[in-house]
């Protein structure tokens, strides 16, 4: 029979694997523990199966970067998708919020970040050299940068405009500016003034 100790170090285990979680604290992991514990039939070993089947199946697409069970991954399996346009994301999470929208129809390229000097991360530890090679194998006639409006968002933007320069690809980046629904007042500086350099005509 396991001893007090050891059963609190199991939870607490488990409790400190949780809050590392993004969103998630101590105190919300805790939350989260007591509330599988209660349900274990239901969803707490469900759920550890789960865990398990996706480390063990959910990988990389060895194509454009994002996680599937299939390699090429399904979209980019997809003969409906538009292959001529490429849309360009920083982390998978932005490729699922696209594909959420619901508007775009092409395929995908995720960097795996953006380039920070201040973190240290420079050209080769994205996937900007794959972008460039699958650029120049001639069916891609559109890159969509849609990278994120922050600093080093705008500098990694740049950085593959600069990379594609030297092909015949059309590089456009997504518009950023005022939401749809939005009021000015309740807008940040930043946004407005991307929003005024973005504008078009009426």
């Known amino acids: 029979m396991a001893s007090a100790s050891t059963q609190g170090s199991e939870l607490e285990n488990l409790i400190r694997l949780l809050a590392k979680l993004p969103g998630l604290g101590p105190r919300s992991a ?36 994002n996680l599937d069970t299939a390699n090429p991954c399904q979209l980019c399996s997809d003969p409906r998708r538009d292959r001529a346009l490429v849309c360009v994301v920083e982390d998978v999470s932005d490729l699922w919020a ?66 594609l320069a030297q092909t015949n690809v059309a590089v456009s980046q997504l518009a950023h500016g005022v939401p749809v629904g939005g009021e000015l007042d309740y807008l940040d500086e930043g946004t407005l003034a991307a929003a005024l350099k973005s504008r078009r005509p009426f």
């Not at 001639?138 to 080093?152: M, S």
């Open 98 to 163: 696209l594909e959420r929208a619901g508007a775009y129809r092409g395929l995908y390229h995720v960097l795996g970040g953006v380039l920070s000097a201040l973190d240290g991360v420079g050209p080769e530890d994205l996937n900007i050299a794959s972008l460039v090679e699958r650029v120049r194998g001639g069916e891609i006639k559109e890159v969509i940068l849609a990278t994120n409006a922050t600093v080093d968002g705008q500098t990694t933007a740049h950085y593959i405009m600069d990379r």
């Open 30 to 65: 805790r939350r989260a523990v007591l509330y599988l514990i209660k349900r274990k039939e239901s969803l707490m070993l469900p759920l550890a199966q789960a865990l398990e089947a996706a480390a063990e199946h959910v990988a990389p697409c060895r194509v454009c970067g």
